[in-house]
């Protein structure tokens, strides 16, 4: 990875041990650093509240119920969300339609595009007090 290249902070909320360990492979694959992965929901909405995150991939159902509040907590704070579910769109809220949705199963390709469409939505959105220099 070059040094002009931003590495940012990924929080990763996911209650399958193994897709956890997926992404963490494919994040860090990609020059990222991971936050997580956590399983469970009270962890999680204490990650978005105190942690300082570049985006979130949030597994929609998780142990404790779903990531809703994780994903309103982290939006309000500016950070972008990419959820993953065995559902479609429309079992989001109305309010999170706009998010990123990448259904489950899914393969290492389409995890990879999609980290990275996150990271870019995440460059634009924020200075680069929200990334590390890598």
């Not at 209650?15 to 997926?22: A, N, Q, Y």
């Not at 992404?23 to 962890?43: D, M, Q, R, S, W």
């Not at 929609?60 to 559902?87: E, T, W």
Request: glycine share 10%; with cysteine.
């Amino acid at each position: 990875m070059s040094d002009s290249v931003m590495r940012f902070r990924v929080l990763v909320v996911e209650d399958e041990p193994l897709i956890g360990m997926d992404i963490e492979y494919a994040v860090e694959g990609l020059g990222h650093v991971v936050v997580g992965p956590v399983a469970e929901l009270n962890g999680a909405l204490g990650l978005a509240a105190d942690e300082t995150l570049g985006c979130a991939i949030l597994d929609v159902n998780i142990r404790g119920g779903n990531s809703y509040p994780v994903a309103d907590m982290l939006l309000k704070r500016g950070v972008p969300v990419l959820f993953l579910s065995g559902y479609g769109m429309h079992t989001l809220p109305q309010r999170l339609h706009e998010e990123a949705l990448l259904p489950k199963p899914f393969t290492t390709e389409q995890l990879d595009e999609e980290i990275c469409n996150l990271c870019a939505r995440a460059s634009n959105s924020r200075d680069s007090r929200w990334a590390e220099k890598g």
